[in-house]
């Protein structure tokens, strides 16, 4: 990573390092400055480590421009300042902006932002320029909200955000960020808060889901391989499932659970009933999208009520381990994006072993989060359970 040299006048760090045996992959970064090196992060290696470093106390860190960073295209960005007009391709970016305490520079955004009302009321701005579907943004709406950064996925459509990115007059910067795979998440928004001089604000955040994240992979750590559950996951489309290098891989790996089709080729692979019927999981999981079903805007669970019973019923499903001992779920994605995938991880940790995670509250960690994002006392907006059926022992 590279970045003009900040100015650090206040920054601790406490290192706490567990030893286990786990296989998976987690990101980890370090930015150095003219004062020292900063490591800030939780890092989860294929061999036996996991190193947690937690920002305890940070105050004054001030960057001083330009600024160059490498996107998640590996892309090099030189920033001269402070953006001012932002476009974000979707609502996943939004919102870590949001957390970041920078809503107010956005200008454009896709239409799953714009036509949720609670995200809009978050913003100072209202005329915020609609671009679209994020996965065919309009360039002309784009530039009509006259943006000096737009901020594209780095894993999805990128040859339709590559065509976009070369029709852009040069003064507009372009930056690619995924913000949804744990991998690299909280690099990712190290390097925004460099960009957007909230240097202090994102190692803020880094250490409080870092440290969670690492609490419960540490416990899921501990279960034994032979007593982990084998899990289905299936994405917002039907039977899509989560395959090596989708980030919900990423997650319910995390949370200790074993994908059943973590043999895949493709990240979201398209699977057939048989195919699960085949794998016999022991527990199957559905995820929505906050289209689908958001519980800060709805009066009952009633619509995952309905996706439960379609799973279920499926022909042939009845001989479905996860299925016959009453271990299906289905839950929403609302607003659990960037570091909210943190509650993400719990939330399967919780399902998958709601022993071993009993004294753990979802439910917090989940308002803690929209606290984050600037939500005033979200418990009074968002009263419905995010999944159904209940986490069991509650949330």
Sequence with gaps: MKSGAPTLKSLLLVVVTIVLTLTA???????????????????????????????????????????????????????????????????????????????????????????????????????????????????????????????????????????????????????????????????EIYKLGLVFDRV???????????????????????????????????????????????????????????????????????ISPEAVIERNPDVIIKIVSSTTFNPCRANSTKTLEDIYRVIVSRPGWSEISAVKNGRVYVYSAAYLNGPGYVAQVALLAKLFYPQQFRDLDVTQWIYDWLADMGFREPWSICRVSWVYPEIPGGA
């Design 200 to 270: 202090d604000r994102a190692l803020e955040i880094i250490s409080r889901w870092s440290s969670r994240l690492a609490n419960i992979v540490a416990k899921t750590a501990e279960i034994r391989p032979t007593e982990k559950v084998r899990v289905f996951f299936e994405g917002y489309t039907e039977l899509a499932a989560a395959g090596p290098g989708s980030g919900w891989h990423q997650a319910l790996t995390l949370a200790g659970g074993i994908n059943v089709f973590g043999d895949a080729s493709q990240a979201y692979p398209k």
């Design 25 to 187: 992959s987690y990101g980890y970064f370090t930015h150095t400055t003219p004062t020292g090196t900063i490591t800030a992060s939780t890092v989860v290696t294929s061999t036996t480590s996991i190193t947690t470093t937690t920002t305890v106390t940070v105050s004054e860190f001030k960057v001083r421009y330009p600024v160059t960073i490498i996107d998640s295209a590996g892309r090099n960005v030189t920033f001269d300042r402070e953006p001012q007009r932002v476009v974000v391709i979707s609502s996943t970016q939004a919102i870590v902006l949001l957390a970041l305490g920078v809503g107010d520079k956005i200008v454009g955004a896709d239409d799953t932002f714009i036509q949720d009302p609670l995200l809009m009321s978050l913003l100072p701005r209202k005329d915020i320029v609609s671009t679209g579907k994020f996965s065919a943004p309009s360039i002309e709406a784009i530039l009509s909200a006259k943006p000096d950064l737009v901020i594209f996925y780095a894993s999805f459509y990128r040859s339709v955000y590559d065509e976009i990115a070369s029709k852009l007059p040069p003064d507009i910067k372009v930056v690619y960020l995924d913000l949804y795979k744990l991998s690299t998440v909280f690099e």
